[in-house]
């Protein structure tokens, strides 16, 4: 059973760059079933597609949303990361790494989720 | 961008009695839709994929139906675990889209 596992600071400053990490146990990140996503919800608010990547490196991000952020997958460490640049207030949420069931899936897998604060 | 909107934003019912809950997406999605679970301070859980099919573990009393636009979720007999907020997926269009939620409540 694939398992993912967030992790990074729980807390950021305004302008700061956030960097957080997916650990993938129980399965290859280099499956060709799954693409690798981020994410992200607002405290009591709803769900947000951030992007996702291959492990060949592909990746697909949600054109509604400004391009401060970055994912990228290491695949001898089984994990991939989203870095969001520029952060302020409005990017506090709970962020969850998610496998995606192909390219344009559902989300089969879920990690935990790691609150990220943006505050000063 | 398609937008999902389920309805209601909460719904109170009876442990035993039978929930239905409704989504509707902007422009047809086919069959590309998926229902979630959230349970407070958890993640997500997949339910129901391809508007019909149920997740792997997911008990029968999940029920998933529709294409096009319009979409039902049923929970045939509610069990007190049940209780929780449910999100509609969209991913046959380009972002993928998540409606706002309906909170499932004991009446």
């Known amino acids: 059973q694939v398992q993912l596992q967030e992790s990074g600071p729980g807390l950021v400053k305004p302008s700061q760059t956030l960097s957080l990490t997916c650990t993938v146990s129980?399965?290859?990140?280099?499956?060709?079933?799954?693409?690798w996503s981020w994410i992200r919800q607002p405290p009591g608010r709803g769900l947000e597609w951030i992007g996702y990547?291959?492990?060949?490196?592909?990746?697909y991000y949600n054109p509604s949303l400004k391009s401060r952020f970055t994912i990228s997958v290491d695949t001898s460490k089984n994990q991939f990361s989203l870095r969001l640049s520029s952060v302020t207030a409005a990017d506090t949420a709970v962020f969850y790494c998610?496998?995606?069931?192909?390219?344009?899936?559902?989300?089969?897998?879920w990690g935990q989720g790691t609150l990220v604060t943006v505050s000063s | 961008e398609i937008v999902m909107t389920q309805s209601p934003a909460t719904l109170s019912v009876s442990p035993g009695e039978r929930a239905t809950l409704s989504c509707r997406a902007s422009?047809?999605?086919?069959?590309?839709l998926a229902w979630y679970q959230q349970k407070p301070g958890q993640a997500p859980r997949l339910l129901i994929y391809?508007?019909?099919s149920r997740a792997t573990g997911i008990p029968a009393r999940f029920s998933g139906s529709g294409s096009g636009t319009e979409f039902t979720l049923t929970i045939s007999s509610l069990q007190s675990e049940d209780f929780a907020v449910y999100y509609c997926?969209?991913?046959?269009?380009?972002?993928?889209?998540f409606g706002q939620g309906t909170k499932l409540e004991i009446k």
């Open positions: 990547i291959h492990y060949s490196g592909g990746t």
């Open positions: 129980g399965g290859s990140i280099s499956s060709d079933d799954y693409y």
């Open positions: 998610a496998s995606a069931v192909g390219l344009m899936g559902y989300f089969r897998h």
């Open positions: 422009q047809s999605i086919s069959s590309n």
């Open positions: 391809g508007a019909s």
């Open positions: 997926q969209q991913y046959n269009n380009w972002p993928e889209t």
